[in-house]
Protein backbone atom coordinates (compact mmCIF):
# COMPACT_ATOMS: atom_id res chain seq x y z
CA UNK A 1 0.00 0.00 0.00
CA UNK A 2 1.33 3.21 -1.18
CA UNK A 3 2.21 5.73 1.77
CA UNK A 4 3.10 9.29 1.61
CA UNK A 5 4.42 11.66 4.52
CA UNK A 6 4.74 15.17 4.71
CA UNK A 7 7.44 16.59 6.90
CA UNK A 8 9.11 19.92 7.57
CA UNK A 9 8.98 23.33 10.19
CA UNK A 10 5.39 23.83 11.00
CA UNK A 11 5.79 27.47 11.73
CA UNK A 12 7.37 29.76 9.02
CA UNK A 13 8.03 33.66 9.38
CA UNK A 14 6.81 36.32 7.24
CA UNK A 15 8.61 37.20 4.05
CA UNK A 16 10.83 33.34 4.39
CA UNK A 17 10.47 30.10 2.46
CA UNK A 18 7.90 26.97 3.83
CA UNK A 19 9.99 23.66 3.23
CA UNK A 20 8.23 20.49 3.02
CA UNK A 21 9.48 16.96 1.85
CA UNK A 22 6.82 13.89 1.41
CA UNK A 23 8.66 10.89 1.77
CA UNK A 24 7.11 7.88 -0.79
CA UNK A 25 6.67 4.19 0.74
CA UNK A 26 5.19 0.98 -0.66
CA UNK A 27 6.16 1.92 -4.23
CA UNK A 28 8.94 3.96 -6.30
CA UNK A 29 8.57 7.35 -7.48
CA UNK A 30 10.52 6.95 -10.62
CA UNK A 31 9.85 3.29 -11.41
CA UNK A 32 5.44 4.65 -12.01
CA UNK A 33 4.19 7.31 -14.69
CA UNK A 34 2.60 9.41 -12.06
CA UNK A 35 2.22 12.73 -11.15
CA UNK A 36 2.96 13.76 -7.62
CA UNK A 37 1.86 16.96 -6.30
CA UNK A 38 1.37 19.14 -3.45
CA UNK A 39 -2.48 20.63 -2.11
CA UNK A 40 -3.12 22.70 0.53
CA UNK A 41 -6.69 23.93 2.78
CA UNK A 42 -7.35 26.74 4.27
CA UNK A 43 -10.50 27.56 5.89
CA UNK A 44 -10.39 30.96 3.16
CA UNK A 45 -9.51 29.01 0.06
CA UNK A 46 -10.93 25.55 0.75
CA UNK A 47 -8.71 22.89 -1.26
CA UNK A 48 -5.92 24.54 -3.46
CA UNK A 49 -3.73 22.44 -6.14
CA UNK A 50 -0.36 24.01 -5.84
CA UNK A 51 1.57 22.21 -8.33
CA UNK A 52 2.86 18.77 -9.86
CA UNK A 53 5.63 17.15 -10.75
CA UNK A 54 5.76 14.06 -13.12
CA UNK A 55 7.83 11.18 -13.08
CA UNK A 56 10.37 12.44 -15.51
CA UNK A 57 10.46 15.54 -13.62
CA UNK A 58 7.85 17.71 -15.52
CA UNK A 59 6.70 20.59 -13.08
CA UNK A 60 3.30 22.01 -13.37
CA UNK A 61 2.23 25.05 -10.91
CA UNK A 62 -0.74 26.59 -10.44
CA UNK A 63 -0.58 30.40 -12.26
CA UNK A 64 -1.88 32.25 -8.79
CA UNK A 65 1.75 30.83 -7.01
CA UNK A 66 3.70 29.83 -9.95
CA UNK A 67 6.35 32.91 -9.36
CA UNK A 68 6.70 31.59 -5.66
CA UNK A 69 6.75 27.75 -6.15
CA UNK A 70 9.20 25.84 -6.49
CA UNK A 71 8.96 21.21 -6.51
CA UNK A 72 11.24 19.14 -6.81
CA UNK A 73 11.73 15.20 -7.25
CA UNK A 74 14.99 13.34 -5.47
CA UNK A 75 14.68 9.76 -6.57
CA UNK A 76 17.88 8.62 -4.25
CA UNK A 77 15.90 9.10 -1.43
CA UNK A 78 12.33 8.50 -3.18
CA UNK A 79 11.01 11.71 -2.38
CA UNK A 80 9.34 15.14 -3.85
CA UNK A 81 9.67 18.37 -2.04
CA UNK A 82 7.85 21.92 -2.17
CA UNK A 83 9.45 25.35 -1.69
CA UNK A 84 7.42 28.41 -1.41
CA UNK A 85 9.07 31.98 -0.92
CA UNK A 86 8.49 34.23 0.07
CA UNK A 87 5.51 33.77 2.72
CA UNK A 88 2.63 35.45 4.31
CA UNK A 89 0.00 34.70 6.78
CA UNK A 90 -2.23 34.42 3.46
CA UNK A 91 -0.36 30.76 3.38
CA UNK A 92 -1.20 29.29 6.54
CA UNK A 93 -2.70 26.16 5.33
CA UNK A 94 -2.87 22.55 5.64
CA UNK A 95 -0.22 21.12 3.30
CA UNK A 96 -1.26 17.68 1.59
CA UNK A 97 1.48 16.03 -0.96
CA UNK A 98 -0.29 12.83 -3.19
CA UNK A 99 0.24 10.82 -5.96
CA UNK A 100 -2.71 12.20 -7.60
CA UNK A 101 -4.81 11.91 -7.26
CA UNK A 102 -5.62 8.77 -5.56
CA UNK A 103 -3.26 9.04 -2.68
CA UNK A 104 -2.90 11.20 0.05
CA UNK A 105 -0.52 12.20 2.90
CA UNK A 106 -2.29 12.90 5.93
CA UNK A 107 -1.58 16.38 6.02
CA UNK A 108 0.27 19.33 8.05
CA UNK A 109 -0.59 22.20 9.67
CA UNK A 110 1.58 25.08 8.37
CA UNK A 111 1.37 28.44 10.45
CA UNK A 112 3.01 31.80 9.06
CA UNK A 113 3.55 34.16 11.75
CA UNK A 114 6.20 36.00 13.28
CA UNK B 1 -9.95 29.00 -14.10
CA UNK B 2 -13.18 26.16 -14.10
CA UNK B 3 -15.35 27.07 -11.33
CA UNK B 4 -16.98 23.89 -9.17
CA UNK B 5 -20.35 25.13 -7.36
CA UNK B 6 -21.31 22.01 -4.94
CA UNK B 7 -25.04 22.23 -3.61
CA UNK B 8 -25.96 22.01 -1.16
CA UNK B 9 -23.24 23.39 1.48
CA UNK B 10 -24.70 21.28 4.06
CA UNK B 11 -26.76 18.18 4.38
CA UNK B 12 -28.47 16.30 7.71
CA UNK B 13 -29.74 12.87 6.69
CA UNK B 14 -31.43 10.40 8.98
CA UNK B 15 -29.59 7.30 8.49
CA UNK B 16 -31.03 4.67 6.08
CA UNK B 17 -31.79 7.11 3.83
CA UNK B 18 -30.70 8.69 0.24
CA UNK B 19 -28.77 11.93 0.00
CA UNK B 20 -27.80 13.25 -3.61
CA UNK B 21 -25.07 16.18 -4.15
CA UNK B 22 -25.00 18.65 -7.43
CA UNK B 23 -21.54 19.91 -8.87
CA UNK B 24 -21.41 22.21 -11.46
CA UNK B 25 -18.70 23.14 -13.30
CA UNK B 26 -18.29 26.34 -15.13
CA UNK B 27 -17.15 24.81 -18.76
CA UNK B 28 -17.40 21.56 -19.98
CA UNK B 29 -15.41 18.56 -18.21
CA UNK B 30 -15.11 16.22 -21.32
CA UNK B 31 -11.96 16.13 -23.03
CA UNK B 32 -11.14 15.23 -26.48
CA UNK B 33 -9.80 11.77 -25.13
CA UNK B 34 -13.12 11.26 -24.67
CA UNK B 35 -13.01 11.13 -20.54
CA UNK B 36 -14.26 13.69 -18.37
CA UNK B 37 -12.44 14.63 -15.54
CA UNK B 38 -14.82 14.31 -12.94
CA UNK B 39 -14.12 13.38 -9.06
CA UNK B 40 -15.70 13.29 -5.91
CA UNK B 41 -13.57 13.05 -2.48
CA UNK B 42 -15.06 12.77 1.11
CA UNK B 43 -13.33 14.00 3.99
CA UNK B 44 -13.72 13.20 7.36
CA UNK B 45 -12.78 15.19 10.09
CA UNK B 46 -8.80 15.09 10.42
CA UNK B 47 -8.10 13.15 7.53
CA UNK B 48 -6.93 13.38 4.18
CA UNK B 49 -9.69 13.81 1.39
CA UNK B 50 -10.72 9.94 0.74
CA UNK B 51 -11.11 9.30 -3.46
CA UNK B 52 -14.36 7.84 -3.84
CA UNK B 53 -15.55 8.34 -7.56
CA UNK B 54 -12.97 8.91 -10.94
CA UNK B 55 -14.13 10.08 -13.69
CA UNK B 56 -17.78 10.97 -13.11
CA UNK B 57 -19.11 7.49 -12.06
CA UNK B 58 -15.97 4.80 -11.62
CA UNK B 59 -15.86 3.91 -7.64
CA UNK B 60 -12.08 3.67 -6.57
CA UNK B 61 -11.02 0.58 -4.89
CA UNK B 62 -12.96 -0.43 -1.96
CA UNK B 63 -16.16 2.05 -2.08
CA UNK B 64 -19.50 0.85 -1.18
CA UNK B 65 -21.32 0.57 -3.92
CA UNK B 66 -24.31 2.73 -2.30
CA UNK B 67 -22.05 5.98 -3.55
CA UNK B 68 -22.55 6.98 -6.98
CA UNK B 69 -21.89 9.41 -9.82
CA UNK B 70 -23.56 10.11 -12.97
CA UNK B 71 -23.77 13.35 -15.08
CA UNK B 72 -21.69 14.68 -18.05
CA UNK B 73 -20.53 18.46 -19.83
CA UNK B 74 -21.56 20.41 -16.85
CA UNK B 75 -23.66 19.04 -14.60
CA UNK B 76 -22.66 15.87 -11.91
CA UNK B 77 -24.28 14.41 -9.25
CA UNK B 78 -22.89 12.56 -7.02
CA UNK B 79 -26.47 10.29 -4.66
CA UNK B 80 -25.83 8.14 -1.71
CA UNK B 81 -28.22 5.14 -2.07
CA UNK B 82 -29.02 5.07 2.10
CA UNK B 83 -26.38 6.99 4.20
CA UNK B 84 -24.62 5.14 7.22
CA UNK B 85 -23.06 6.88 10.16
CA UNK B 86 -19.62 6.34 9.09
CA UNK B 87 -20.48 8.60 5.92
CA UNK B 88 -20.62 11.76 7.88
CA UNK B 89 -17.74 14.50 6.53
CA UNK B 90 -17.40 17.08 3.96
CA UNK B 91 -17.73 16.20 -0.11
CA UNK B 92 -15.62 17.76 -2.71
CA UNK B 93 -16.01 17.79 -6.48
CA UNK B 94 -12.67 18.47 -8.36
CA UNK B 95 -11.89 18.45 -11.99
CA UNK B 96 -8.55 17.89 -13.65
CA UNK B 97 -10.01 18.29 -17.23
CA UNK B 98 -7.98 21.53 -17.27
CA UNK B 99 -5.04 23.23 -15.65
CA UNK B 100 -5.14 24.67 -12.33
CA UNK B 101 -7.33 21.63 -11.23
CA UNK B 102 -10.04 23.05 -8.85
CA UNK B 103 -12.20 21.89 -6.13
CA UNK B 104 -15.81 22.66 -5.23
CA UNK B 105 -16.48 24.56 -1.94
CA UNK B 106 -17.75 21.46 -0.03
CA UNK B 107 -20.69 19.83 1.14
CA UNK B 108 -21.40 18.93 4.94
CA UNK B 109 -22.88 16.11 5.60
CA UNK B 110 -24.13 14.98 8.87
CA UNK B 111 -26.13 12.61 10.58
CA UNK B 112 -29.84 13.28 12.18
Keep these: QLQLQESGPRLVKPSETLSLTCTVSGGSISSSRYYWGWIRQSPEK ?4 IGSIYYNGSTYYNPSLKSRVTISVDTSKNQFSLKLSPVTAADTA ?19 SS | DIVMTQTPLSLSVTPGQPASI ?4 SQSLLHSDGKTYLFWYLQKPGQPPQLLIYEVSSRFSGVPDRFSGSGSGTDFTLKLRRVEAEDVGVYYCMQTRQLPPTFGQGTKVEIK
Excluded at chain 1, 46 to 49: D, S, V
Excluded at chain 1, 97 to 109: D, I, K, S, V
Design chain 1, 94 to 112: VYFCARLWRYWGQGTLVTV
Design chain 2, 22 to 25: SCKS
Design chain 1, 46 to 49: GLEW
